[in-house]
């Protein structure tokens, strides 16, 4: 039985209200879960205080007993310093597509042929 620490959604719709649990990772997204850690509401304001809320002492026991968190909430706890995320990078994101570098490529050309001429 693998534990998961997560996001259960409730709310309305388009007013979306997180309540982080614990669950086995075979339940559903919003269905059984095994204890209420905490909430996240996103439509607060990053910096108000009830934005996010956990029952710190129950987190700390739940990772130390296997649980994993998922990323978004791996963030929350990292912010919180109850676990750490481990920094990311990736550089190619930034890099325009193969279509797009080919296109570029051709566009040098014609320029740099076009200036040629005209010299």
Do not use: C
């Amino acid at each position: 039985m693998s534990l998961k620490i997560r996001l259960a959604r409730g709310g309305a719709k388009k007013r979306p209200y997180y309540r982080i649990v614990v669950a086995e990772a075979t339940a559903p997204r919003d269905g059984r879960f095994i204890e209420k850690l905490g909430t996240y509401n996103p439509l607060l304001p990053r910096d108000h205080a009830e934005r996010i809320t956990l029952l710190e002492d129950r987190v700390k026991h739940w990772l130390s007993v296997g649980a994993q968190p998922t990323d978004r909430v791996l963030r929350f706890l990292d912010a919180r310093g109850l676990a750490t995320r481990p920094a990311r990078s990736n550089p190619k994101k930034a890099e325009p597509g193969k279509k797009a570098q080919e296109r570029a490529e051709e566009k040098a050309k014609k320029a740099e042929a076009a200036s040629g001429e005209a010299a």
